[in-house]
């Protein structure tokens, strides 16, 4: 029964027979149109079964026409591209389209694990629970495993997602969600009103319902209504009207998510397109018109592929021009079942029954069934359907005996409708409870989110005339509210219709298992088993049954399961509740919501100004936070990364070196108030310090721990320059800020982060002033006496390029930083190598930096890492007890002030040529090592080419009273246990005589 | 007291009889006028307590109150992951105790909570990172707790799909712990409150405290909508609503109330099979029995009640999940949800008494309460019933923000963004 389309109609619909389609499902080809989704092109083929069941592996068909899709899953596209779980309802036809049905094996079928099936009654809501518990060790190592194996739908590629994705942001007064004729009622309103409206429907067709059904308005065809709207809208230049783009979140401020899906349908993106893109859509309104999901009826074995929802058998048959079936039965608890064989005769499929358990029927009902040639059975129910990868019949009760009629009729399809459930999951998404409403029997929009207005059958609405009406109105209302003179609210008139409903939650006397949710096999057994274990909470109900949780997220069975749930706790629906829809709406791409920022691109990344010149002397670049920076500089003859940095740390001491320090954060200050302000930042004093001079500074976070330090120098009177780490750079500014705005605004200074505006060298060794003396201008006096340890000032470099010039040292030898505005950065760097090439300039990175950093005892990350106090750090005597500074109290606090607190000292090996490791934990000697005997850790380690054996830096108990001793440096991690003798952190040259040179 | 044990044999029973002999997990109780104790929070923690209360201490005319329905705060609403790689001496104990709780929790509650022990990898992208993670390692280990060092290629090995060629921040290594993994969460609330209902304990449920009755300094009862209840003992487990009670008491918390999002993916066949974090943010993912992928980030950083995050943080959620695995890229994101979470100033949880006797608190938890949830209720029932504090729990002071005693894991201070 898979020939070419044999169910498809001869003529009719929206699809275009002259663009003819290939596409596969399961590896065997088959043919549809342009204007296809896969599942109308392979019912178009007479494909019924599509998928299999999350847990007992049942067959499955194609149940809907829309994004609540809960059975026909499928695997979309091969290789890297593969999309598991895609819902064949909206998944559109392009020619080469490949699909194939998952969570079955071998094959769709024939499914072993069809098995589960027949083990229903163990595995029945919440088994897992109560079982897998024997012996204890066999759940990871075999229950587990199994499960999961069996768990789970379709397959990921697990290869890199090869597209692209992109974001959007855009502003609106109105936001339209759905384009069905209350929402492009509204639509056509506010944009006649003048609004900026974007309207955004998730389908490739704007009209909603009214492409499936068959509908009047103002006398002519529905789609011609739409078409015309749609022609309208588009000469509207403040108009945008997105199609393939659903809403999925309402957050806070009007604030939405949409996806658009700009390249799912076609095999591949476009050039330069993106697969889909995320819109950030701010409203200052929005008119929810999302329309209404259809609900199954609940009978035995009410998921046999050929049973459908009645408003999707109209769709595919209006629509799409497909018959699903060909012979019927419809069974429908409302008005629709007429509707629905109307339509099915129209298509010229045998209609063999309409089934309504309502005892009377309308004049009009009758006709058309007559005229179907169908039997009309009132008060009657089907209680199971039969078959097994497809359906045979049905079985009916209800049908009164002696009647002639038989009670199972042969059929393979079944139209079913148990009444609509409006769309009101956006409307939860600010935690509004829907509210029930009994005379449409669904819950209808309770307290929505700021500026939302819902309309049409998303509100309970489902008579067409007062649909698009209120569409208008709503689209009107919009403009009023925003001040805008609103376009007049046209008349509609539609064909006529009635929406009367008698609810039926579930078929009594169902054979079979009646399924609720059907993707996760929830069935009314499981809905009372959970009602006698005491879950009758919806959201225990949904946690314990799985109920609502499927990739549908329950739109098709929330309501028919806490209805169930209500029945059979004697309460009623509202008292019952509903869960609280979250988002996204629709089963959204992370991709999407990822946008470009993947791979490289997660982050940026900040380059300094001297990053070519660096590379182009061999720079090995590491990340340091959002910055490249340079690790070290490899030569030809250099043996390894050590001997490297060996090189460089010994060119620094022994000749000169140039690092590029750019990263280091600096925050330029100026104003009448900044000493004072320094002066309550810093826990050092700053009122002294004198124009040209720089000072190191500590500052301590609120909580009294050390935030950060760093040097700042004073330009001038009311002029002054901080430096931070560069770990620190954001968050001192932004400590700086709030101290500055939040706690005293009265303080009269500026300051701005100038981190990007400077670049800055450090230009380290004996012979830096060598160096440095031929880009100052001639006149500049580099002398000791003039520009001592610790001056800067603000001059002139390499004939004219305005400068700042600092001699400050981290290496602890003569040293300057020069900075230049970053454009000159480049060129600084490669002057300063011409300059030094003579006296043997050595470019150096990180690793030399803290290596050199090291040998002088100075912190730095590992040191200052949030746990540590000045005190901690040996400055305590910077402490200053004349004035008050941020964290001063809170160091005080007795914890922070114990005399066995960890604290800084330094560590070289008993034996010269053993190494250290940074994280191993300091321990007595003869010591068992446990938590016990753990005294401290090494922060920070290297081998000292300078001192021909590793150091290190350590935060060990009471350990400034400790030089000398012998303890352990342990590393269970990696095996090592290393006697360390406690040192000075100061290794070389403790006198500081070298930057005084 | 209900339900009947599961054994094998009742299971099978159960099947054959159509699971009709299937009793309620626990009773639905009136509220008695009094008690011996009562514990505020019918979630994982306060669940937990009751049952320990009642196991350990022999407590059993105790309840349980909850405003909603049992397990609907944060045990519903997590990540699964429990571990205890810890650093502070303050904090391993008493995670460690926690995790080898969850080790034996099936057999001690006979429900299977689906204790996974599948690894946590806590990924490095820095020589200074990999230094942090072994100082944390190393003393995960003096305190005999399972750490393992990996380096690229040994996590490569456990997760080839992690962004090994292209990443902006490169996986240099991880610290692993063999022994954490993920709990079926909403399986740990219903576990402990039958356990505790079959030892008698009360869980009233939709029973909403609307005050906390104090004369002459002593806690006498709460006021609930349900009327007064008296008990001499009050335990307050509250989560992200710990300030709102404890201020029924006058109380004020040195906690601020944060929302936090979590997601899942659409269900799949087995993708990844440990639980994973990013060192180059804040993001850790594993996979659920079911085939969801779970992972979370970070809060959204502004005080709030309401259980929604927004797009920001949502979207840099899903940046992290891209950076660490490129594959997310074409799998559904099918649901985000978020709760409220007790963030402390210093990242640790608060299990203590206060200055009004017989009032005693359990908060502070900030993200990271599920794992804590066996040692928590063990603690905070030992110190209910004792009146002082259990040895592994002895570092989760009130007065500790007073003294300077904090437990600051991450060093980011009372910058509750950071914990």
Known sequence: MTGDQTYRRADGGAIDRSRPLSFQFDGRRYRGYQGDTLAAALLANGVRLVGRSFKYHRPRGILSAGPEEPNALVELRGGARREPNSRATVAELFDGLEARSQNRFPSLSFDVLALNGLLAPLFAAGFYYKTFMWPAAFWEKLYEPLIRRAAGLGRASGLPDPDRYEKATAFCDLLVIGAGPAGLAAALVAGRSGLRVILAEQDFALGGRLLSDRRWIDGRPAIDWVAGVVDELGTMTDVRVLTRTSVIGAYDSGTYAAVERVADHLAEPPPFQPRQRLWRIVARRSVLAAGAIERPLVFGDNDRPGVMLAGAVRGYLNRFAVRPGARAVVFANNDEGARTVADLAAAGVAVAALVDPRPEAAAETRRIVEAAGARLLRGAQVVRARGGTRLTAVELAGVAPGSGIDPVIPCDLLAMSGGWNPTVQLTSHHGGKPVWDATIAGFVPGTVPPGMVVVGAAAGHFILADDLAQGAQAGAAAAQALGVTAAPVPGFSADPETAAILPLWRVPGARGKSFIDFQNDVAVSDVALAEREGFRAVEHLKRYTTLGMATDQGKTANVNGLAVMAELTARSISETGTTTARPPFTPTALGALAGHHRGPDFRPTRLTPGHDWAAEQGARFIEAGAWMRAQAFPQAGDADLQATIDREVLAVRQAVGLCDVTTLGKIDLQGPDVAEFLDRIYINGWKTLAVGRVRYGVMLREDGFVQDDGTTARLGPDHYLMTTTTANAGSVFRHLEFCHQVLWPDLDLRFISVTEQWAQYALAGPRARDVLAGIVDPGFDLDNAAFPHLAATETRVCDGVPARLFRISFSGELAYEIAVPARYGDALARRLMRQGADHGITPYGLEALNILRLEKGHVAGAELNGQTTARDLGFERMMSTRKDYIGRVMARRPALLAPDRPCLVGLRPVAATATLSGGAHLIARGAVANAAADQGHVTSVGASATLGHWIGLGLLANGRARWGEIVRAVDPLRGQDTEVEIVSPLFYDPEGKRLHA | ?419
């Open chain 2, 1 to 419: 007291m209900s339900g009947d044990c599961f054994s094998i044999f009742t299971l099978l029973r159960q099947a054959w009889t159509g699971q009709g002999g299937l009793k309620p997990m626990w009773r639905e109780p009136e509220p008695k006028s009094a008690y011996d104790a009562v514990i505020v929070g019918g979630g994982g923690h306060g669940l937990a307590t009751a049952y320990y209360l009642a196991k350990e201490h022999g407590m059993s005319n105790i309840a349980v109150l909850e405003k909603g329905w049992i397990g609907s705060g944060n045990v519903g609403r997590n990540t699964t992951i429990v571990r205890s790689n810890y650093l502070l001496p303050g904090n391993i104990p008493f995670y460690e105790h926690s995790l080898k709780l969850w080790e034996g929790l099936e057999q001690e509650i006979n429900y299977n909570a689906m204790v996974s022990q599948r690894g946590v990898i806590n990924l490095f992208h820095s020589d200074a990172q990999r230094d942090d993670h072994v100082r944390r390692g190393n003393a995960m280990r003096l305190h005999g707790v399972d750490a393992v060092l990996l380096d690229r290629e040994g996590v490569r090995q456990r997760a080839p799909f992690l962004d090994f060629d292209h990443a902006r921040f490169p996986i240099h290594g991880g610290l692993l712990q063999p022994r954490g993994g993920t709990v079926r969460h909403d399986a740990v609330a219903w576990g402990y409150a039958r356990a505790a209902d079959r030892r008698g304990v009360d869980i009233v449920q939709n029973c909403a405290v609307t005050g906390i009755r104090v004369e002459a300094g002593r806690v006498i009862g709460v006021e609930t909508s349900r009327g007064l209840i008296r008990a001499p003992r009050v335990g307050l487990a509250c989560a992200g609503n710990s300030s709102r009670v404890a201020a029924m008491a006058g109380l004020r918390l040195p906690i601020e109330s944060h929302v936090l999002t979590a997601f899942v993916s659409e269900a799949l066949k087995p993708l990844i099979n440990t639980v994973i974090t990013f060192g180059a943010g804040h993001f850790y993912i594993s996979q659920s029995d079911k085939g969801g992928l779970v992972f979370g980030a970070s809060i959204d950083g502004y005080n709030s009640y309401a259980q929604r995050g927004n797009l920001p943080t949502i979207e840099d959620s899903c940046e992290e999940a891209m950076a660490l695995i490129p594959a997310l890229g074409r799998l559904r994101l099918l649901r985000h949800w978020s709760g409220i979470m007790d963030m402390s100033m210093d990242g640790s949880p608060i299990i203590d008494r206060t200055p009004i006797a017989g009032l005693y608190l359990n908060a502070g938890w900030c993200i990271g309460g599920f794992k804590a949830t066996p040692a928590s209720g063990w603690c905070f029932a030992h110190l209910i019933a004792r009146d002082t504090p259990h040895p592994v729990a002895a570092a989760y002071r009130l007065d500790r923000f007073a003294t300077g005693h904090l437990l600051d894991e991450a060093g980011t201070g009372a910058d509750v963004t950071m914990h």
